[in-house]
């Protein structure tokens, strides 16, 4: 039985249109969130898979979040090991950080739904081709000494690697657009999205036209991934 673990930052963050096709690939699902009290314990190297989501922190606030440094040790001994590892938005700076790359504030945040562009049409991105999906941060990383960029938006040219076949980080989120923890999202973070020139209803509205075809392109990129790893 293989078995998938999913690290949860914040409660409504979850994987979301991605356990669909977690689960049809054979997974066990399991979940952490962070401040569980054995969180420090963790092994993170024996689940099949681990897939590690979104949160509102950064990577350099490890002051204010010590199970930050934790989570780092903890992810580049599976990385070390090359265990299949997914990483969304704030997972997926976590990869480029144990990776050794720089994970820094951005020039703008990037909210709403809107495509990116694919540099590898013969990979499991592919099926995000032309296909608007939700962005939801303000940090970029440098690209990893390795990785192979796959995807780029105009203000964030590093939006997708990956290393090797096992491992892939996505800084958008392709799992979001059917899941009802969206308005949880919108009123967790009002005032980040207002800052940014974002209202409330535009991004319903957006989640409502675009959310349904972002999802299921999203659960065929993670199909067509998983059925690739070498591991």
């Known amino acids: 039985m293989k078995t998938a673990l999913i690290i949860r930052h914040v409660p409504r963050e979850g994987v979301a249109g991605f356990r669909a096709p977690i689960e049809a690939a054979g997974y ?47 992810l580049s001994r599976r990385l070390a090991a090359d265990r299949p590892t997914l990483g969304v938005c704030f997972g997926a700076q976590m990869i480029a950080a144990a990776l050794g790359a720089e994970v820094y504030p951005g020039p703008v945040k990037e909210i709403g739904f809107s495509p990116v562009t694919i540099h590898d049409r013969d990979g499991p991105l592919r099926h995000l081709a032309q296909v608007p999906v939700l962005h939801w941060h303000g940090d970029t990383f440098t690209l990893p000494e390795g990785a192979e960029l796959l995807a780029s938006s105009a203000a964030y040219p590093h939006q997708a690697f990956r290393k090797g076949r096992n491992v892939l980080a996505l800084q958008f989120h392709a799992e979001m657009g059917e899941d009802e923890r969206f308005e949880d999202w919108i009123a967790q973070d009002f005032d980040y999205l ?22 299921a392109a999203g659960r065929a990129m993670i199909a067509e991934w998983l059925a690739g790893l070498s591991a």
């Open 28 to 74: 066990v699902i399991d979940r952490v969130d962070v401040d569980d009290q054995d969180f420090h314990a963790l092994d993170l190297v024996s689940p099949d898979l681990v897939v590690m989501m979104g949160g509102p922190m950064g990577v350099y606030e490890r002051e204010a979040h010590p199970w930050i440094t934790c989570q780092l040790k903890l």
């Open 194 to 215: 207002t800052a940014a020139g974002h209202s409330a209803q535009d991004l319903r509205s957006a989640h409502d036209a675009h959310g349904p075809g972002a999802v």
